[in-house]
């Protein structure tokens, strides 16, 4: 399953540890951008990305809002990594075929 993040802002350190940290030791693949705003595109087992997103979901955020997680029938990146600017997050999603399916999701831009 896919499930991706938006927040105004991703900038604790702790956060930044932690979503790396457990994507990678519990197998997920996709993409995150620390910043303002912060972003968090992630697949895997359906079960492991509801409960990453639960985790996360849970946290204080001045705003945090979570599209999915949905069924998905490949995945589309082959590990877990930090971009380093909006740029490069939506030349990724362009570039991995997900332009498409993340039509309409939050984006200030």
Same mark, same amino acid.
Not at 7 to 25: C, D, N, S, Y
Not at 26 to 41: Q, V
Not at 61 to 69: A, I, R, T
């Given at each position: 399953?896919?499930?991706?993040?938006?927040?105004?802002?991703?900038? !604790?350190?702790?956060? %930044?540890?932690?979503?790396? @940290? &457990?994507?990678? *030791?519990? =197998?997920?693949?996709?993409?995150?951008?620390? =910043?303002?705003?912060? +972003?968090?595109?992630?697949? =895997?087992?359906?079960?492991?990305?509801?409960?990453?997103?639960?985790?996360?979901? !849970?946290?204080?955020?001045?705003?945090?809002?979570?599209?999915?997680?949905?069924?998905?029938?490949?995945?589309?990146?082959?590990?877990?990594?930090?971009?380093?600017?909006?740029?490069?997050?939506? *030349? &990724? &999603?362009? %570039?991995?075929?997900?332009? @498409?399916?993340? *039509?309409?999701? +939050?984006?200030?831009?």
């Amino acid at each position: 399953s896919r499930a991706v993040f938006y927040m105004h802002h991703l900038t !604790a350190p702790w956060k %930044q540890r932690f979503i790396v @940290e &457990v994507a990678e *030791k519990e =197998g997920l693949t996709g993409i995150c951008l620390f =910043g303002k705003p912060g +972003r968090i595109l992630v697949e =895997g087992p359906s079960w492991r990305v509801r409960q990453y997103a639960h985790q996360i979901k !849970a946290w204080p955020w001045k705003f945090c809002s979570l599209q999915g997680p949905w069924d998905t029938d490949s995945l589309a990146f082959e590990s877990f990594r930090e971009l380093r600017s909006n740029t490069e997050f939506k *030349k &990724v &999603v362009s %570039q991995s075929g997900l332009a @498409e399916e993340l *039509k309409g999701i +939050r984006s200030e831009d």
